[in-house]
């Protein structure tokens, strides 16, 4: 296909065969082509004489064409139809085949190198989509798409292997091209012989008639496709390799009812896609390995609340729904060696494992000098410095608060954690411990506070997963909360009113972790 | 600006996932215009623009949270960090109006560490 100024060498040709019967050139007009038009007046030739009258005059209304012979521009996609109004011989539609014959060779070439260039183009963006995604059934589904397109199947089906929670493989499978149900009905393909390749990971299986495969058949009970199945008789099978580990983790399989219509390329290209899955399913495991790390990390961390005489303590820690948050929050309830109860609640910033190991160590460090009996304001002096020189810039708020039934008090103090709610028999919800402070790692002067704590008092400690997200406010939140305290401190069962109020205040997801520590001071052992 | 109201009707997913963090240099000062929610999505852009911002060796840097429509602990760490972290080498001033940004610094008396200005024009007065 020639392109400019080729193009006008070849017009001017072209024209110069325009002549009559004595030989004397005709007057000859150009009309330009579109791509569109150059599509339907010439599909894949270069050159065409043009003879039918209705096209003519549709391209150049209004005149009597006598001869007409339209080329095309090259890569550019135009092109033009040359035409006279004057006798002319048949010499322009000679020239026009000899033009397209000696360029068929180069045109089909041109043609099969775009299509391998649509082939790569589509490899590249189907493995740049893949490989963006973490969310396994939308991996597992694009990618069979994308497959059963790219090979022609007439359907494509993605058997993959999952790990549960147990350790257990199990296989599940998504389908493109016909809908689900068409598979519904049939048990997991098992490793017969034909499978077997694809699901022990050896290689590509393409077969123009798999009923004529000898290693098809030979298995009870259906020694064949079960009855029903979709008709196969092309088949193309790839697995899927894990790059990491080697592991098969799982395999594409496409079907077509008529024979032969796999080629190498649907294979290579199969294979391309079923590579790209590979590296997007290993992300997505890895992801969740290390989000599934943070969490057990952190519920490990966690304290079962000891016994605590003469309260009740109810905790709840909701790590975030949304995986990339979990991993900072945590409470604490210590029994101190004076028979005194410390109560701990903090966030530390920051997420997956690093967060819940720093928030391992700072929890830590807390239990370690509350067991000494440090005073609030001591403790949380010191575990501040603790922080800073042990995790360099960090920032965690906490709210420490120790009860004393001797006295009946509660002694507290707050490194920029929100504040707690403290309820007195017979008085409204009150606020304790707002502001007093920066969080731990900033601050340096941690006040502490004492209020008292009688018999039947409550005090709810929580992180700010519970009142703020990105679309509560945080001042609403809290006010929230407080609204509803008093419904809580009457409910007959608090847990259940507990988590009741959660899903209230969060609208049922939160994607960010929740701790929260109810102390209820029953007052049968006070002294 | 006056104070926002953001209730849990008034932003969608997606307008609450948006937000982003643009570097302006301003007669000599870094000025970093915070948009949407302030959190642990958005302070690592924050970060990154901050310490670009203080390789530009400007005056004073200005981290404008008028536009932030949640600040998350995670950004109250970065605006720590670029007051007195390694990198920070410019006076910062923050911009902040309105409960939504200013009773978070309030709850974690970063009000009394921090330069906060009402507004960006007040900010940038030398």
């Given at each position: 296909m020639p392109s400019r100024p080729d193009f006008d060498t070849v017009l001017g040709a072209v024209r110069r065969a325009f002549v009559d019967g004595d030989g004397a050139a005709a007057a000859t007009e150009i009309r330009q082509l579109g791509p569109d038009e150059v599509r339907a007046v010439l599909g894949h030739h270069v050159a065409l004489a043009v003879t039918d009258r209705a096209l003519l005059a549709k391209l150049v209304p209004?005149?009597?064409?006598?001869?007409?012979?339209?080329?095309?521009?090259?890569?550019?996609?135009?092109?033009?139809?040359?035409?006279?109004?004057?006798?002319?011989?048949?010499?322009?539609?000679?020239?026009?085949?000899?033009?397209?014959?000696?360029?068929?060779?180069?045109?089909?070439?041109?043609?099969?190198?775009?299509?391998?260039?649509?082939?790569?183009?589509?490899?590249?963006?189907?493995?740049?989509?893949l490989t963006a995604q973490l969310d396994i059934d939308r991996i597992v589904q694009d990618a069979t798409d994308a497959a059963t397109k790219a090979t022609g199947a007439g359907f494509g089906a993605f058997f993959y292997n999952l790990i549960d929670e147990f350790g257990e493989s199990y296989t599940l499978y998504t389908i493109s091209g016909v809908p689900r149900e068409a598979f519904a009905r049939f048990p997991m393909p098992r490793n017969t012989d034909v499978f077997a390749p694809t699901f022990d990971g050896i290689g590509t299986v393409r077969s123009p008639d798999i009923t004529q495969d000898p290693r098809f058949g030979k298995n009870a009970p259906h020694h064949g496709m079960p009855e029903g199945h979709l008709p196969v008789c092309s088949y193309l099978a790839v697995p899927v390799l894990s790059p990491t580990s080697g592991e098969v983790l799982g395999g594409f399989f496409?079907?077509?009812?008529?024979?032969?219509?796999?080629?190498?390329?649907?294979?290579?290209?199969?294979?391309?896609?079923?590579?790209?899955?590979?590296?997007?399913?290993?992300?997505?495991?890895?992801?969740?390995?290390?989000?599934?790390?943070?969490?057990?990390?952190?519920?490990?961390?966690?304290?079962?609340?000891?016994?605590?005489?003469?309260?009740?303590?109810?905790?709840?820690?909701?790590?975030?729904?949304?995986?990339?948050?979990?991993?900072?929050?945590?409470?604490?309830?210590?029994?101190?060696?004076?028979?005194?109860?410390?109560?701990?609640?903090?966030?530390?910033?920051?997420?997956?494992?690093?967060?819940?190991?720093?928030?391992?160590?700072?929890?830590?460090?807390?239990?370690?000098?509350?067991?000494?009996?440090?005073?609030?304001?001591?403790?949380?002096?010191?575990?501040?410095?603790?922080?800073?020189?042990?995790?360099?810039?960090?920032?965690?708020?906490?709210?420490?608060a120790v009860h004393r039934p001797s006295d009946g008090t509660l002694v507290y103090a707050n490194a920029g954690h929100l504040p707690a709610i403290l309820v007195r028999?017979?008085?409204?919800?009150?606020?304790?411990?707002?502001?007093?402070?920066?969080?731990?790692?900033?601050?340096?002067?941690?006040?502490?506070?004492?209020?008292?704590?009688p018999a039947g008092a409550d005090l709810v400690l929580y992180t700010d997963g519970l009142v703020e997200s990105r679309t509560r406010d945080l001042t609403l939140g809290i006010e929230w909360l407080l609204a509803g305290i008093p419904g809580l401190l009457t409910a007959s069962d608090l847990g259940t009113a507990w988590d009741k109020l959660v899903d209230e205040l969060t609208r049922g997801r939160h994607d960010d972790d929740i701790a929260v520590i109810h102390v209820r001071r029953r007052g049968e052992d006070t002294r | 600006m006056g104070e926002r109201d953001v209730t849990g009707d008034s932003l969608d997913d997606a307008a609450g996932a948006a937000g982003s963090v643009v570097l302006e240099s301003r007669d000599g000062a870094a000025v970093l215009h915070v948009e949407g929610a302030l959190d642990l999505a958005l302070a690592p852009k924050l970060r990154q623009l901050a310490e670009r911002a203080a390789r530009l060796r400007p005056a004073l840097l200005v981290i404008d949270l008028t536009g932030v429509t949640f600040l998350a602990s995670a950004g109250m760490a970065e605006l720590v960090r670029a007051h007195r972290g390694p990198t920070a080498s410019a006076p910062l001033r923050v911009v902040a109006t309105g409960r939504i940004t200013l009773r978070p610094l309030e709850l974690t008396r970063l009000v009394d560490e921090l330069a906060i200005y009402p507004s960006l024009s007040d900010a940038l007065v030398p």
């Open positions: 209004g005149k009597e064409i006598t001869r007409a012979v339209a080329l095309a521009a090259g890569e550019e996609q135009h092109g033009a139809l040359v035409y006279t109004t004057e006798d002319a011989g048949a010499l322009p539609f000679d020239v026009a085949a000899a033009i397209d014959a000696a360029t068929a060779d180069l045109a089909a070439t041109v043609r099969r190198l775009q299509g391998e260039a649509a082939v790569v183009d589509a490899l590249h963006s189907t493995g740049r989509e496409f079907g077509h009812p008529e024979p032969d219509r796999f080629t190498a390329r649907h294979a290579y290209l199969a294979e391309g896609i079923a590579a790209y899955s590979a590296i997007a399913l290993d992300n997505a495991r890895l992801y969740e390995r290390e989000r599934t790390l943070a969490t057990e990390l952190s519920r490990s961390m966690l304290p079962v609340a000891p016994p605590t005489p003469g309260l009740d303590v109810l905790t709840r820690y909701l790590p975030a729904a949304t995986g990339s948050k979990v991993g900072g929050d945590w409470f604490d309830v210590i029994r101190l060696p004076s028979g005194a109860t410390a109560f701990v609640i903090g966030d530390v910033v920051g997420h997956g494992v690093t967060a819940a190991t720093v928030m391992g160590q700072v929890r830590t460090a807390i239990r370690s000098y509350a067991l000494l009996e440090l005073p609030p304001s001591e403790l949380l002096r010191n575990v501040s410095e603790l922080t800073t020189g042990l995790f360099g810039e960090s920032f965690v708020t906490c709210f420490y028999p017979g008085e409204p919800p009150e606020q304790i411990g707002e502001a007093l402070a920066q969080p731990l790692g900033v601050g340096s002067v941690f006040p502490q506070r004492t209020a008292g704590f | -």
